[in-house]
């Protein structure tokens, strides 16, 4: 009976089986995870503002960036993480030191204080960034 298909072996013990099925289940979760994942890798890098509207927006390219966000109660944030001024201070020398052609993107919400969008800019400036840019949305209809 060494050639039977029942699955079982002369001894009457159970062969082990391959099932494929489950195998597939497991690619296609697999699959899944990672599209799910590389979708979510095009996410704002800043804490969750809103934004001021503006008429002559462009799509921005997050790569070589880093995201400076100043919240409606003026505090700051260093891509997800807040800050306060003198670590923002040391992460602007930082990141100036291990990229000097970088980009700082500036995003507020529409109502934080300005004065705090301004001493953003102005420090990133001042440790030498050539590329600082502010971040809006394009108004929608026009």
Do not use: C
């Not at 050639?3 to 013990?13: A, H, L, N, V, Y």
């Not at 391959?18 to 800043?46: K, R």
């Not at 291990?98 to 301004?118: C, H, M, T, V, Y």
């Amino acid at each position: 009976m060494a050639g039977s298909s029942g699955g079982t072996s002369s001894d009457g013990k159970k062969k082990a089986r391959i099932e494929i099925i489950p195998l597939i289940d497991v690619i296609f979760f697999l699959l899944a995870t990672f599209v799910l994942f590389t979708l979510s890798l095009n996410t704002p890098q800043g804490v969750p503002v809103i934004l001021p509207q503006s008429e002559t927006g462009v799509p921005r390219d997050v790569s070589g960036t880093a995201t400076i966000s100043v919240t409606d109660a003026g505090t700051l944030a260093w891509d997800k993480e807040f800050v306060a001024l003198d670590e923002f201070l040391k992460r602007l020398q930082a990141f100036y030191i291990s990229n000097p052609d970088g980009r700082i993107l500036i995003n507020g919400d529409e109502n934080a204080p300005f004065n705090q969008a301004i001493y953003a800019f102005d420090q990133a400036r001042i440790v030498g960034f050539k590329k600082v840019f502010i971040e809006t949305q394009v108004r929608s209809g026009h």
